[in-house]
């Protein structure tokens, strides 16, 4: 069982967005999708999350086709964490989590201590009565992802295998939050659901990725392990950098260092 894209071509008007992407997400596993600006990421993430409904090829959850489930079905297995939400509504902080509970029918009283253990999660629980108009962009990321948490917080009698899929959950954050987030996202991989995360840090990337499907151009430029991805001449391909990359003092993780010159 897994969220698997196949030969997904997406074209807009006289665009090709996306042309033959193939890649698969895992149950228990965080693959990262980088690119340069343009490359497709954000379509691809729209074609994965069903915003984009047509297009050639299939994506398949769970061994059956988008089309094959009910879209109360999609929601019990997968979560999904826009790079922006345009909730206008006064709601607070916790009842905006409460949402991601809808799905389900666990009753009241457990839906609340998942809400708030997801707030904890997210270092949020302190925003629990704020207003979420009120909130800043990265406080907003954050009551939006503990929201997502919420949906697939567990496994229920039908649906075993969850995904997670995040567009860019950095980049309102600051650097202590980018890491908390990716530790979680990590955190919930090993607890068996697939997540799908796009980044622009490649050393993020590297940090918390088992692997990375590098697109350029609308199309699957590398895809690999950490190790195998990150290398010199497939970055510097990609984003037409000069680049080293050296291993990582502490975790001994790929730590890529731009010279600042184009190749």
Do not use: C
């Not at 074209?11 to 967005?17: A, C, H, Q, V």
């Not at 509504?89 to 457990?110: K, N």
């Not at 950490?226 to 510097?236: A, G, K, R, V």
């Amino acid at each position: 069982m897994s969220l698997i894209a196949k030969n997904i071509s997406l074209l807009i008007g006289n665009k090709m967005l996306l042309e033959d992407i193939n890649f698969a997400v895992h149950p228990g596993e965080l693959v990262a999708i980088v690119g340069p600006n343009g490359a497709g990421k954000s379509s691809l993430f729209k074609v994965l999350t069903r915003e984009y409904a047509f297009f050639n090829g299939t994506v398949e959850l769970n061994g059956r086709a988008y089309t094959e489930w009910e879209p109360e079905q999609i929601a019990l297995q997968m979560g999904v964490l826009p790079q922006s939400s345009g909730l206008n509504f006064p709601f607070s902080a916790y009842e905006v989590v409460l949402l991601g509970r809808l799905p389900h029918s666990s009753g009241r009283i457990r839906d609340q201590e998942i809400a708030l253990h997801a707030l904890q999660l997210v270092d949020a629980e302190h925003l629990s009565n704020a207003s979420y108009l009120s909130l800043s962009g990265g406080e907003k990321q954050r009551v939006q992802l503990a929201r997502v948490l919420a949906q697939i917080w567990e496994e229920t009698p039908v649906f075993a295998e969850r995904y997670l899929l995040l567009d860019e959950p950095t980049s309102a954050l600051d650097l202590p939050h980018q890491h908390m987030i990716l530790n979680q996202a990590k955190t919930i991989s090993q607890q068996g659901v697939g997540v799908v995360a796009i980044l622009h840090d490649l050393n993020l990337a590297a940090e918390y990725a088992d692997r990375i499907v590098m697109l350029k151009e609308g199309k699957v430029h590398t895809e690999g392990t950490i190790e195998t991805s990150l290398q010199p001449p497939l970055i510097e391909q990609l984003f037409d950098i000069k680049v080293d990359v050296i291993k990582h003092p502490q975790s001994g993780k790929p730590l890529v260092i731009s010279s600042g010159h184009y190749s």
